[in-house]
């Protein structure tokens, strides 16, 4: 029975391992192909296969007259985009995070939870719901088609999360070190400041990877509110894909976009054996 | 506490959020009542008649919106039976429990887009590496051309994607249950299976209703992966509802129609799943 388990066990891991490294393995073997190994039949080991070459990998870096792909200014633009939207989302959510787990608010029959409830039920709103006003709206105050548009949009994406996570996070911080703060003669935003924040860095960093993943892989968005003017790296590398781009260069692409966010899987797994994440899902 | 403070802490955030969203709801509402197209872009008022074309004579909204069910519902229940088998195996000492745990969050941290074009070279039904290695037991499956396998392709693709996120709620979930119930559990020998069934499975009840509502909230919104992998295709049998909302709105600018069926899906939506959170918790909490 024990070693039916186990063996299960072992298998079950392997098979999914496979499944998940698969893609992965894929693109970066193609990465390195050239026409005939790719057209010519499927080729999996590179020197017994194919003769790899970088040729895929240096058109990242050609410019667009050159025949290159151009994806360093959309990598800009996406890196820019996630992170002011992140930042502002983190530190709005925070202080109203803070405000719904410390102080009881009360206007009719709406309480702390059915505030909370309303920031977190933004994310059931459809993008599609959103897009069509977005899109019109920023088109009336000439935002269509720029950074700026973009990042007031994440914030509506972003915000919720932050608030979802740190409400909980908050709530696990004991409220004696607010009221010690107080009594020792800080103001209440002194006591946030200084006495609170610097107990909830783990709240704030899981937050922040959080709104980072939800902001870096958000296509839609991007897809809809821009067109040429900005561009960000999603909408860039599907663009790509439609056009006569070869696999190698589309795979190199898209698996220097896929990077960065390997380091966050690092910083969550962390967080998340030391139980700092436990609070957030009740 | 000192009583005007709290305001200061709350309402930047609440009301940017307020200023953010208020005016594209209302202009849905709005808009869903206005013949807004691309001959007549305006907001005139035309009353309830695309409510009346859209229940009356829109079978490709309804069928959109059945097709979107089949693939959340199906690739939620895939991610939740196998994110809690993995959660369940990496959350005792495992060798490379580490290593583990971060290959199986890392899908979820790739851009679906992204991955989905990868996915799209992958199941090339003459060059990807599937049908090759499948050429050995003599099947082609026409992956992406055949509307019934394109719609287990979308699945597929979606499992990868989000199953880690399952896994990683259910993770923090089983890592934070306390520990005596396990303890009496073990002096009484009882079997793995068992201790599963009795102990784990009904601590997690609260945790698995949380996140297989997330998770179904954002799979009813599948709608960048379709696009990338079949464009809604073959004919329209991947296309969810979002999807179809798309084309009329941004594609035919049919705006006031793209606008009333937006926010009918919303409001059958927010119906649905509040169904189903009653459902669930009444199934799994037996309250």
């Not at chain 1, 698969?22 to 390195?32: H, I, M």
């Not at chain 1, 499927?42 to 070459?53: A, G, H, K, L, R």
């Not at chain 1, 996406?78 to 009360?106: D, E, H, N, P, W």
């Amino acid at each position: 029975m024990n070693k039916l388990y186990i063996f299960l066990k072992y298998f079950f891991i392997v098979v999914w391992t496979v499944f998940v490294v698969a893609p992965f393995l894929w693109a970066l073997t193609t990465s390195f192909k050239d026409f005939q190994s790719v057209n010519g039949g499927v080729t999996y080991i590179p020197w017994v296969d194919f003769e790899p070459n970088l040729e895929g990998w240096k058109v990242l870096i050609k410019s667009p007259a050159k025949g290159g792909v151009d994806i360093i200014e959309p990598y800009f633009n996406s890196l820019f985009v996630t992170c002011t939207a992140s930042l502002i989302s983190i530190i709005l959510g925070t202080l109203s995070a803070y405000a719904l787990s410390r102080y009881t608010f009360k206007a009719g029959f709406v309480k702390n939870n059915d505030i909370t409830f309303f920031f977190i039920s933004q994310r059931i709103m459809p993008p599609i719901v959103l897009s069509i006003p977005f899109f019109l709206f920023l088109s009336s105050i000439n935002l269509l088609d720029s950074l700026t548009g973009l990042i007031v949009v994440y914030i509506v994406l972003l915000m919720p999360i932050a608030v979802w996570i740190m409400v909980d996070f908050f709530n696990k911080v004991p409220r004696e070190i607010d009221e010690t703060a107080l009594i020792d003669g800080c103001n209440p935003y002194q006591a946030f400041l200084k006495v609170v924040l610097p107990n909830s860095i783990p709240g704030l960093i899981v937050a922040g990877m959080f709104c980072i993943i939800f902001g870096w892989i958000d296509f839609f968005f991007a897809f809809i509110l821009t067109f040429t003017e900005v561009q960000l790296l999603p909408v860039k590398i599907v663009a790509l894909n439609s056009s006569v781009t070869p696999w190698w260069s589309l795979s190199a692409s898209a698996l220097v976009s896929v990077a960065p966010l390997i380091i966050v899987a690092f910083i969550v797994e962390r967080y998340l054996s030391k139980g700092n994440l436990s609070g957030a899902i009740k | 506490m000192n009583f005007k403070h709290k305001y200061f802490f709350l309402f930047p955030g609440l009301f940017v959020l307020i200023g953010i969203l208020i005016f594209p709801i209302i202009f849905v509402v709005r808009l869903s009542l206005s013949g807004w197209n691309s001959y007549n872009p305006g907001l005139d008022y035309i009353g309830f008649e695309n409510y009346i074309r859209l229940f009356t004579d829109d079978p490709r909204f309804w069928e959109s919106f059945f097709r979107l069910s089949f693939l959340s519902v199906t690739t939620v229940i895939l991610q939740y039976v196998i994110g809690f088998a993995l959660a369940h195996m990496v959350w005792k000492d495992i060798k490379f429990k580490r290593f583990f745990r971060v290959l199986f969050l890392v899908p979820m941290m790739t851009t679906p887009v992204i991955m989905t074009v990868i996915w799209r070279t992958f199941f090339h039904e003459s060059l990807g590496p599937v049908n090759d290695l499948l050429s050995v037991f003599g099947v082609a499956p026409k992956w992406l051309t055949d509307p019934v396998i394109a719609k287990f392709t979308v699945i597929i693709v979606e499992v990868w994607q989000w199953t880690p996120f399952m896994f990683l709620l259910l993770l923090a979930g089983l890592l934070s249950l306390p520990k005596e119930p396990f303890l009496a559990a073990a002096i009484d020998g009882a079997s793995p299976v068992r201790k599963f069934i009795y102990v784990t499975f009904p601590l997690m009840a609260p945790i698995s209703i949380g996140a297989i509502i997330i998770r179904l909230i954002e799979a009813s919104k599948i709608m960048d992966t379709v696009y990338v992998l079949t464009s809604g295709g073959p004919g329209t049998s991947t296309e969810t509802s979002s999807f179809y909302i798309f084309i009329k709105g941004l594609r035919e600018f049919q705006m006031g129609y793209a606008a009333s069926m937006s926010f009918t899906y919303l409001i059958i939506m927010i119906i649905s799943l509040t169904i189903i959170a009653k459902v669930l918790t009444k199934v799994l909490l037996k309250e």
